[in-house]
């Protein structure tokens, strides 16, 4: 699982490596803060448009200006970990940016996947990937699933949480 965690740098070698072998790269990034079944659903559909599926992963940093301050719940080692044990996850990356465009500009994956919750206008580094000839794909949404969601129904079931 720890061999799947990679730094950018290792990570563009080995992406432009499979690359080589005429592999298509799928990328996609979240914060991943509660895993639920939205974004498994959203990782298996991904990794069936190409054969290898690059996952970036927001850092602490980045997730608690994107969210709140009290967020994330879980660390992104333990994010990391978890999202790596996936089997339809091939690679993480964790980064500190608000967006993932510099990610996707260096890695200049063939397909670019996001949950339907983004539409094709707002997918940060279409331009990139599209103009380098691969695909953006926003996937269809599962209603009422959301990390937000969950942590709001267990706020509001359990009060004395807050």
């Not at 964790?94 to 260096?106: A, G, H, K, S, Y």
């Not at 949404?141 to 009060?159: K, M, Q």
Request: glycine share 6%; hydrophobic share 40%; proline share 3%.
């Amino acid at each position: 699982m720890q061999n799947k965690i990679k730094q950018l740098e290792e990570l563009k070698k080995t992406v432009a490596s499979l690359k080589q072998q005429g592999k298509t790269v799928v990328f996609t990034n979240g914060c991943f803060d509660i895993i639920h079944v939205g974004h498994v659903r959203l990782l298996q559909e991904a990794k069936t448009f190409g054969d290898v599926l690059v996952v970036a992963l927001n850092s602490d940093s980045s997730v608690k200006i994107l969210k709140g301050n009290d967020r994330p719940f879980v660390s992104e080692e333990q994010r990391s970990e978890v999202v790596a044990a996936l089997e339809m996850v091939d690679y993480v990356v964790i980064f500190n940016e608000l967006d993932p465009l510099r990610i996707i500009t260096e890695l200049t994956p063939q397909v670019l996947v996001k949950g339907g919750d983004w539409t094709i206008d707002t997918i940060i580094g279409r331009d990139v990937v599209e103009q380098a000839g691969g695909k953006v794909i926003p996937l269809k949404f599962v209603d009422g699933v959301s990390s937000s969601t969950i942590i709001e129904r267990i706020l509001n079931t359990h009060p004395q949480v807050k």
